[in-house]
């Protein structure tokens, strides 16, 4: 089959099938129910890697015109449809077989539930018939699958395959995203029903707005709140962009002449340079405010659980969970709901109540901030314009940042090569920036990056890996290939598990700290070659920005991911490892 029939969309139907089958056209199977019920939730893809007990749901998607990647490793699969998600604010979707199928598949969907991504698993399961007699591949999938996931359950009749998928969707969206599960056993899948039997929700007719503002009272306490700080500054969190929030976001800011921070999925919402945009004194600005809102993005580690932003601050918290608010420290006002509609709710209550003076004196609070931004800039730029070798890897940090293109779509999968990255990559528009969020998961670069393509053929996607997280799930390049969404993978090779060996290092020292994070030299441009694709080492700083450009100009003129194996200094690490703040 050529590469372009396996990725046009199929445009026959259902009733053209049982037409070519000369069945009735008012039946249908389960797996073609749950392909119409994926079309009605929105579903254009699945990611997917085969298995006996799922074949049906394939020849569903066929007639649905619903494309299916199909990957060579579940996880590779989950962290797909997670970025797919991310990439287009659709539900995505995962299909993997029973047992071992699921199971590979565990780390994306976990990565998707501390993420609070929107993403259906649908996993096999041996048909019910056999129940517990220990029928090939059998897990308590269900069971296992729960604690990960805001809804698992197992599909118990071929009537209701339509309607769990729609009511795993619903859940998918209730409050912050999350995934969901359905095991749904093989003969409930392959069986035939009387269409009129199935409960099939209609798209559009089956979920109702989220796009909430909460109390109306608060809108206005909080315009009140805004308009009257001398000092005020606002982080915005991933929430923001996953609800596409992200033009209210940056119409606050600007209306209201307020400092904004931006982490997570929410960088890049302003590009760098933008007088709004600020991202070197969030410390210091959080000392200094007198009024901090903090949007979508949760007290856990990466905020030091709000411990340190001081009492006497207004601490305002808008989420999309009403169990996140408030959680882990207290705060003077908490809105739940659309992060993008309260925030244009607020902007609309406080409009044209700002007086002269008062933003003048907000001007010269971001003034000062710009000022500390701006030393904090100097202070690195001997570390990133490093010429020592090996490279250091905040010199690496600063050509990829300089690399950038307007659109190119920026992923992180590494420890403490990417945790750098974090100083000196700024993607230059919303949506252009992925990592794994709270789990922390190493490998889920390539699957991002599959599915970055895939959900934007027009934007260029790169990936930087450490060389422990690349070799995890990089076989998946093939596959990144083969559906012609070609990436630029950059690693920031130190033949270590460098984060970890850092905390090894500090607590055990030199004779036992190096013990079971050393990896082997791999040469990894090799790899990128062995698919078809470029490849090449770098060890000379002066050679990392011609090698990023002919890495571009390779994956236009080849159609495959090229490689840029960097060999960078192990005994650079980033400040947050070295200062252990995770575990703090
Ligand atoms: C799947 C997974 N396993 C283990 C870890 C723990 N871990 C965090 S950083 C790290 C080292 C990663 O090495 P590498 O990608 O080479 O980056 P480096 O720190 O060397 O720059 C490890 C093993 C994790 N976060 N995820
Ligand atoms: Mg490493």
Redesign the pocket.
């Known amino acids: 089959m050529t590469a372009d029939a396996r990725t046009a969309p199929n445009t026959s139907t259902a009733d053209d099938t049982l037409k070519r089958k000369t069945r009735d056209g008012n039946v249908i199977s389960g797996g073609h129910l749950a392909a119409r019920a994926l079309k009605n939730a929105g579903v254009d893809t699945i990611f997917t890697l085969c298995g006996g007990h799922i074949i049906d749901i394939y020849d569903g998607c066929v007639d649905e015109g619903i494309r299916i990647i199909d990957v060579r490793h579940e996880q590779v699969a989950a962290h797909a449809a997670d970025g797919y998600a991310r990439q287009t604010g659709k539900l995505g979707c995962v299909v993997t077989t029973a047992g071992p199928g699921c199971t590979n598949a565990v780390?994306g969907v976990a990565t998707a539930f501390r993420s609070e991504t929107a993403m259906l698993h649908i996993g096999g399961q041996g048909a019910l018939s056999q129940h517990k007699m220990g029928s090939l591949q059998d897990l308590p999938h269900v069971d296992m699958m729960a604690p990960i996931t805001k809804f698992a359950v197992g599909v118990p009749a071929t009537e209701r395959v339509a309607d769990l998928i729609s009511m795993a969707a619903r859940e998918a969206f209730n409050g912050a995203h999350g995934p969901c599960y359905l095991e749904i056993p093989r003969d409930v899948l392959d069986r035939e029903i009387d269409i009129a039997k199935a409960v099939i929700p209609a798209p559009g007719r089956y979920r109702a707005s989220t796009r909430s503002i909460g109390d109306p009272a608060d809108i206005e306490t909080l315009a009140d709140l805004l308009v009257n700080a001398e000092r005020p500054a606002i982080l915005y969190g991933q929430q923001v962009w996953t609800v596409r929030g992200h033009r209210e976001a940056v119409a606050l800011l600007r209306g209201l002449d307020i400092p904004g921070y931006f982490n997570g999925a929410s960088r890049g919402l302003l590009p760098p340079g933008d007088p709004h945009h600020f991202d070197r004194t969030r410390s210091k600005a959080f000392e200094k405010a007198d009024v901090i809102v903090v949007v979508g993005t949760p007290f856990d580690f990466r905020m030091g659980y709000g411990k340190r932003i001081s009492k006497e601050i207004k601490l305002v918290q808008i989420d999309m969970d009403y169990r996140t608010v408030g959680k882990n420290r207290d705060i003077d006002l908490g809105l739940v709901g659309d992060p993008g509609a309260i925030l244009g709710a607020v902007l609309q209550a406080a409009s044209g109540r700002l007086k002269n003076d008062q933003r003048a004196k907000r001007q010269e609070w971001m003034r000062s901030l710009q000022a500390m931004e701006a030393a904090a800039t100097e202070k690195l730029m001997p570390l990133f314009r490093s010429n020592s070798t090996p490279i250091n890897?905040y010199r690496v940090a600063w050509e990829i940042n300089e690399f950038l293109g307007q659109d190119t779509i920026y992923i992180g999968?590494?420890?403490?090569?990417?945790?750098i990255t974090a100083q000196a990559v700024r993607p230059r528009g919303p949506g252009q920036w992925m990592d794994p969020g709270a789990l922390?998961?190493?490998?889920v670069g390539t699957g991002f990056a599959i599915a970055a393509g895939l959900a934007h053929p027009e934007k260029e996607v790169l990936c930087y890996?450490?060389?422990?997280?690349?070799a995890?799930t990089a076989f998946d390049m093939e596959t990144a290939n083969r559906f012609q969404v070609p990436y630029i993978a950059v690693v920031?090779?130190?033949s270590?598990?460098?984060?970890?060996?850092y905390g090894q290092l500090a607590k055990y020292g030199e004779e036992r700290g190096n013990v079971g994070?050393l990896?082997g030299d791999v040469p990894f441009g090799k790899f990128a070659e062995m698919l078809g694709g470029h490849g090449e080492e770098v060890r000379d700083p002066a050679m990392i920005a011609p090698a990023l450009a002919r890495a571009r100009e390779a994956v236009h003129a080849t159609g495959r991911c090229a490689v840029v194996n960097i060999w960078?200094d192990?005994r650079v690490y980033a400040p947050g490892?070295m200062a252990q703040t995770m575990y703090k």
């Open positions: 780390t890897p999968d590494g420890g403490d090569v990417v945790t922390g998961s190493l490998g890996y450490g060389d422990g997280a690349f995890m920031g090779n130190n270590a598990m460098n984060q970890i060996r994070n990896l960078v192990p490892t």
